[in-house]
């Protein structure tokens, strides 16, 4: 059974930062693309940036050039690197599995986890 467990939100002013991790368990991590998603209230959950399984990146271009996506096998840890947060960016952050990166396209293990909320004000 696949296991997400997102951490690293909080409430940041805007121009801050702030880094996401995902750790993930009950799957063979190395071999599949991650992404992160996120949903504000209200609105539909949007995937805005996805790495495969050798490193390649892609993000949506309402984040594209603040944040970063990372990962390390090792750790079966997936990272969201945030800077320049603007309050639209504040929303519920989760990380799933994603079906392709160029286009972005969104896909998951059957189950989310809890996600961690961000808060972007000042």
């Known amino acids: 059974q696949v296991q997400l467990v997102e951490s690293g939100g909080g409430l940041e002013q805007p121009g801050g930062s702030l880094r996401l991790s995902c750790a993930a368990s009950?799957?063979?991590?190395?071999?599949?693309?991650m992404g992160w998603y996120r949903q504000a209230p209200g609105n539909e959950r949007e995937l805005v940036a996805g790495?495969?399984?050798?490193?390649?990146?892609n993000y949506a271009d309402s984040v594209k050039g603040r944040f970063t996506i990372s990962r390390d096998n090792a750790k079966n840890t997936a990272y969201l690197q945030m800077n320049s947060l603007k309050p639209g960016d504040t929303a519920v952050y989760y990380c799933n599995a994603v079906r392709g990166l160029f286009p972005l396209r969104a896909g998951d293990f059957g189950s989310w986890g809890q996600g961690t909320q961000v808060t972007v004000s000042s």
């Open positions: 009950g799957i063979i991590f190395s071999i599949y693309a």
């Open positions: 790495i495969s399984s050798a490193g390649s990146t």
